[in-house]
């Protein structure tokens, strides 16, 4: 069965083909950080013009890439929610039009179910259930994952996502948007013990993350460097030590969630899953604990069309998908 995948929830346009759930054709991704970039942060009016343009120039290049035509696709499937409206609109219409026009059913694909499964486009695939730990610009949670298209949110951020707080910290230090890279870099010549920055652990067993107070803290030391009149940042072990507030969470919590649902599988996905101190760590708490931890490639980490087309992929084989143009977005995640 050969899926067309398409995803727009945010700042990239991507389409990929993917073979039987197993082989990638094709893989483009389309990304609008540069345009973003000069606003420190996604302009959603922008998003959407650009996801306008870039939609089907990326799906031909993917069909094209992958040596493929339309004719030859059995069914699309298309990131529905959660993100912004307009960006997702673009995705759904396009995959709407090509369907009706040419005769090829379509499904709806939460964006979530994506990154939950993006680690079966390596070879180091875990066995269900496993505990996945989602870190993105737009989530952070903690879910219970017993099948493909099954999955149980056990916790998640109640204000910031990890990756929207290395965007701010990023922003107040000046730096480059997307944040996460640019600090996972400085943090490499920082010391990630030099600033004792908070760890919301919340309750003792809670598996919801707060990183907002993580935020401020970072906010208040940079202001009060200033008022010292300190001219230069200790840049680097602010990365670091902002850094290591992050990755000390994540894990504890993967590991909490392991622990409490007796699963020895932790999955890391979403775009802050590209942190090499995350993956670092995460490995090696994991080892520590008897714990086998999966991790995508950094390139499936961030958004992309592959994982689309793998959840789809699945959702078709159980019967899912058609012909049914009433289907909408969804801005936020339906619990
Ligand atoms: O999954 P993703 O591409 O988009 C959403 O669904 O949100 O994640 C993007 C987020 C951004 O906040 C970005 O700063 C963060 O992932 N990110 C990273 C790294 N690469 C991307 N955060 C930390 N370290 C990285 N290497
Ligand atoms: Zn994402």
Same mark, same amino acid.
């Given at each position: 069965?050969?899926?067309?995948?398409?995803? @727009?929830?945010?700042?990239?346009?991507?389409?990929?083909?993917?073979?039987?759930?197993?082989?990638?054709?094709?893989?483009?991704?389309?990304?609008?950080?540069?345009?973003?970039?000069?606003?420190?942060?996604?302009?959603? /009016?922008?998003?959407?013009?650009?996801?306008?343009?870039?939609?089907?120039?990326?799906?031909?290049?993917? %069909?094209?890439?992958?040596?493929?035509?339309?004719?030859?696709?059995?069914?699309?499937?298309?990131?529905?929610?959660?993100?912004?409206?307009?960006?997702? %609109?673009?995705?759904?219409?396009?995959?709407?039009?090509?369907?009706?026009?040419?005769?090829?059913?379509?499904?709806?694909?939460?964006?979530?179910?994506?990154?939950?499964? *993006?680690?079966?486009?390596?070879?180091?695939?875990?066995?269900?259930?496993?505990?996945?730990? &989602?870190?993105?610009?737009?989530?952070?949670?903690?879910?219970?994952?017993?099948?493909?298209?099954?999955? %149980?949110?056990?916790?998640?951020?109640?204000?910031?996502?990890?990756?929207?707080?290395?965007?701010?910290?990023?922003?107040?230090?000046?730096?480059?948007?997307?944040?996460?890279?640019?600090?996972?870099?400085?943090?490499?010549?920082?010391?990630? !013990?030099?600033?004792?920055?908070?760890?919301?652990?919340?309750?003792?067993? @809670? %598996?919801?993350?707060?990183? *907002?107070?993580?935020?401020?803290?970072?906010?208040?030391?940079?202001?009060?460097?200033?008022?010292?009149?300190?001219?230069?940042?200790?840049?680097?072990?602010?990365?670091?030590?902002?850094?290591?507030? &992050?990755?000390?969470?994540? &894990? /504890?919590?993967?590991?909490?969630?392991?622990?409490?649902?007796?699963? !020895?599988?932790?999955?890391?996905?979403?775009?802050?899953?590209?942190?090499?101190?995350?993956?670092?760590?995460?490995?090696?708490?994991?080892? /520590?604990?008897?714990?086998?931890?999966?991790?995508?490639?950094?390139?499936?980490?961030? =958004?992309?069309?592959?994982?689309?087309?793998?959840?789809?992929?699945?959702?078709?084989?159980?019967?899912?998908?058609?012909? =049914?143009? /009433?289907?909408? &977005?969804?801005?936020?995640?339906?619990?």
């Amino acid at each position: 069965m050969l899926i067309l995948g398409i995803e @727009s929830s945010c700042d990239e346009t991507a389409a990929a083909v993917l073979a039987d759930g197993e082989e990638l054709l094709a893989d483009v991704i389309n990304t609008q950080v540069a345009t973003h970039a000069k606003y420190g942060g996604v302009v959603p /009016e922008l998003a959407s013009r650009m996801h306008l343009e870039a939609i089907y120039p990326v799906v031909e290049e993917a %069909l094209s890439q992958a040596g493929v035509t339309l004719a030859d696709i059995d069914g699309i499937a298309v990131t529905q929610g959660p993100g912004l409206i307009g960006s997702l %609109l673009v995705g759904l219409s396009f995959a709407k039009a090509v369907s009706f026009v040419r005769k090829i059913p379509y499904v709806g694909v939460d964006h979530m179910n994506g990154h939950l499964l *993006s680690v079966f486009l390596g070879q180091h695939r875990p066995a269900f259930p496993y505990i996945a730990v &989602v870190a993105s610009g737009g989530h952070s949670s903690i879910f219970r994952v017993n099948s493909a298209k099954e999955y %149980l949110l056990l916790g998640r951020t109640r204000d910031d996502a990890a990756g929207e707080a290395f965007d701010k910290v990023a922003k107040l230090l000046g730096l480059a948007y997307p944040g996460g890279p640019v600090i996972g870099k400085l943090a490499e010549e920082g010391r990630g !013990d030099a600033i004792s920055f908070p760890r919301a652990w919340l309750t003792p067993d @809670s %598996l919801d993350f707060s990183f *907002s107070g993580l935020k401020t803290a970072v906010v208040n030391f940079v202001h009060k460097h200033r008022q010292k009149g300190e001219r230069v940042l200790p840049q680097a072990d602010i990365c670091a030590s902002f850094q290591e507030a &992050v990755v000390d969470v994540l &894990v /504890e919590k993967g590991i909490r969630a392991a622990k409490r649902e007796n699963i !020895d599988r932790i999955v890391l996905a979403g775009g802050v899953a590209a942190n090499g101190r995350l993956r670092a760590e995460m490995a090696r708490r994991g080892k /520590e604990q008897n714990i086998e931890v999966y991790m995508p490639a950094p390139r499936f980490c961030t =958004d992309n069309g592959a994982m689309i087309a793998l959840a789809g992929y699945h959702r078709f084989l159980a019967g899912e998908g058609g012909y =049914d143009y /009433e289907m909408d &977005v969804y801005s936020r995640v339906a619990i």
